[in-house]
Nanobody, 125 residues
Framework: QVQLVESGGGSVQAGGSLRLSCAASGYTYFGRACMGWFRQAPGKEREGVAAIDTSLGYTYYADSVKGRFTISQDKIQNTVYLQMNSLKPEDTAMYYC?????????????????WGKGTLVTISS
């Protein structure tokens, strides 16, 4: 059973930075998966933020975070990170890690099989 555990959320002022972590366990082969970060703000739909193909290293970003967020992985630790810089109040949301096996497709934001419980990010102005 795949389990995803997020950490690193918190409260920072606008312009600040946070790094989220997603530790994956139970994957037969973490090196061939699509790992993504999603967020959901109160009253809004869930949004795909970023994803990484753990085999090819390809990364994908929502337009709203391009140039500010960076997704990366540590294959030894089976962990994916989301470095968030230049944070804005509109980045405030619950952030979730999600994944599916077999690498990312261009529509990586659809079809995630596994989800973490989320970590809260609050950005004050």
């Amino acid at each position: 059973q795949v389990q995803l555990v997020e950490s690193g959320g918190g409260s920072v002022q606008a312009g600040g930075s946070l790094r989220l972590s997603c530790a994956a366990s139970g994957y037969t082969y973490f090196g061939r998966a699509c790992m993504g970060w999603f967020r959901q703000a109160p009253g809004k739909e869930r949004e795909g933020v970023a994803a990484i193909d753990t085999s090819l290293g390809y990364t994908y970003y929502a337009d709203s975070v391009k140039g500010r967020f960076t997704i990366s992985q540590d294959k030894i630790q089976n962990t994916v990170y989301l470095q968030m810089n230049s944070l804005k109040p509109e980045d405030t949301a619950m952030y979730y890690c999600a994944s599916y096996g077999g690498g990312c497709t261009p529509a990586w934001y659809d079809g995630m099989h596994y989800w973490g419980k989320g970590t809260l990010v609050t950005i004050s102005s």
